[in-house]
């Protein structure tokens, strides 16, 4: 589990960007890790 704090306006408009490329925020998170870790 991570656990992050970030700006309000900063994790909804990532949200609404995950919304759109049809994926959560969980899941770009997972994406992001596998990629660059």
């Not at 408009?13 to 660059?36: D, K, P, W």
């Amino acid at each position: 589990m991570i656990r992050a704090r970030t700006e309000q306006w900063v994790k909804a408009e990532a949200e609404s960007i995950f919304h759109e490329l049809g994926m959560s925020v969980t899941e770009a998170i997972n994406l992001f890790y596998l990629r660059y870790c």
